[in-house]
């Protein structure tokens, strides 16, 4: 399914290259880790929380482009909810 935001994405990929775009994807994922981190030791906010999750939504959205790769995400996922269901929820 595409993303109604893939076109844009798309452009970004294109304007500053899937290289750099990993990079940027590698930094977001650092950012958001901190901020967990922080709110852990009573540091940050949700605010802050929300802006790194939307960060790192947005360049995992980028990934899934350039590694062309959403469907195998998607079973991926779709695979470990049912795995996880079966270990831990199901009964
Ligand atoms: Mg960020």
């Not at 950012?31 to 852990?40: A, T």
Request: proline letters at 1%; a negative charge; aromatic letters at 8%.
């Amino acid at each position: 399914m595409k993303t109604v935001n893939e076109a844009y994405y798309k452009k970004l990929i294109e304007k500053f290259g899937a290289k750099n775009q990993i990079i940027v994807a590698i930094e977001e994922l650092s950012e958001l880790q901190k901020e967990l981190c922080k709110y852990l030791r009573d540091k940050t906010n949700i605010r802050n929380i929300s802006e790194e999750m939307a960060d790192v939504e947005i360049m995992l959205e980028q990934l899934k482009l350039i590694f062309e790769n959403e469907t195998p995400v998607s079973i991926e996922k779709n695979y470990k909810l049912a795995r996880t269901y079966e270990r831990y929820l199901k009964d």
